[in-house]
């Protein structure tokens, strides 16, 4: 493999993963942006439907005992169109009460037990992105600071993740684009650094005749290959190789012509 190949295979390899590397960075600060955007919206719905319920529960009625409970997280399902379920908790995961865009719905995750980590009640609220939904966790606590029951609220993932697969393709598909955009550059390169090799091996070859004591060659070079500098210094070479002796016999010849002359 030949010096002007192996570099442009490097500058490839070098350009390749730089792309790729920013194709990746892209992809995930489109993904963070996603993910803020969707727990942003939950966010205020939550906060929202977390104030109502706090209201009561510091006049001191329990969860239980709300009678306008139902009528809370139906008016606050509309706020956003992600929003698919909400449902009030009791400090063991048992739903209280909860409220879906239809009966149908409302039916199919039924009354019972929802899943949450057993140190819920100590955390914050916590929002969890799964292929189920977006699943966001409140904990409510009264005045004194205990547990008084949890709000579960769930959206819905399907549309993140379908963003996130088309972005997913469009950037590896613009990724690949541009890596069938830089191979003519590649191959541009390639040749000049071809024609830059040769100059300067003719150039050694040169070298290497006034050594010997031959006489040199002189060969044109277009201006795209080497720099003004360069041909300055290759002239400047020229016209010092020029004018030293040299043993080759057409020279001698021709200087035993003109002396018997």
Known sequence: ????????????????????????????????TLRTLITQRINV??????????????????????????????????????????????????????????????????AGTTEVPP??????SWTRFTDQGVIAVTPLRDSLGQCAGMLVITADSGEYFRKLDGAFTEMWKSAAIGMLAIIPVLG????????????????????ERALAGQAGTSTAHDKDVLTESEMDLIAL??????????DDPQTDRDTSVEKST
């Open 45 to 110: 719905v939550s906060n929202e439907t977390s104030q109502d319920l706090l209201a009561g529960i510091d006049l001191g009625l329990r969860l239980e005992n709300m009678e306008n409970l139902g009528a809370i997280l139906d008016r606050r399902l509309g706020m956003s169109r992600e929003v698919t379920h909400i449902a009030v908790q009791n400090c063991q995961g048992t739903i209280i009460t909860q409220t879906a865009p239809d009966t149908a719905t409302k039916a199919a995750q039924g």
């Open 119 to 124: 140190d819920a009640q100590d955390k914050t």
């Open 188 to 207: 541009l390169l390639m040749v000049l650094m071809r024609r830059r090799h040769r100059v300067f091996s003719e150039l050694h070859e040169d070298i």
């Open 237 to 246: 070479y020229r016209e010092i190789r020029d004018q030293l002796p040299n």
């Open 1 to 32: 493999m030949s010096l002007a190949t192996k570099i442009g295979v490097a500058l490839f390899l070098v350009l390749a993963a730089a792309l790729g590397m920013t194709t990746v960075l892209n992809y995930l600060r489109f993904d963070q």
